[in-house]
């Protein structure tokens, strides 16, 4: 069993940056991923990341924002968050698969991390 533990959530104002990170508890060879989750909302995917960091991908509203990256050596994904806007205020979860083929769905994903909170002040 993996587990997965994010950190770095906070409260900041529209316009900032913060970054979040997980770390996961062994080494992860698949798609790592971030979905969030607004209150009263469904779980929604973010971004993804293969093994090799060479192929990535995010969900249009975070495009040019957010970037993700991960360290393998480290077992840690991270997620850098720029130019934050009120609507990006959810609980950030991370997410691990033991394939290099898994898309958007959380369904599609092995692990979970516990969640962080995210928010955004206007």
């Known amino acids: 069993q993996v587990q997965l533990v994010e950190s770095g959530g906070g409260l900041v104002q529209a316009g900032g940056s913060l970054r979040v990170s997980c770390a996961a508890s062994?080494?992860?060879?698949?798609?790592m991923a971030w979905f969030r989750q607004a209150p009263g909302k469904e779980r929604e995917f973010v971004a993804r990341i293969s093994w090799s960091s060479a192929s990535t991908y995010y969900t249009g509203s975070v495009k040019g924002r957010f970037t993700i990256s991960r360290d393998n050596a480290l077992s840690t994904a991270y997620l850098q968050m720029n130019n934050l806007k009120p609507e990006d205020t959810a609980v950030y979860y991370c997410?691990?698969?033991?394939?290099?083929?898994?898309?958007?769905?959380?369904?599609?994903?092995?692990?979970w991390g516990q969640g962080t909170q995210v928010t955004v002040s206007s």
């Open positions: 062994r080494r992860i060879s698949g798609i």
């Open positions: 997410a691990a698969s033991k394939s290099e083929y898994s898309g958007n769905s959380p369904g599609q994903y092995d692990y």
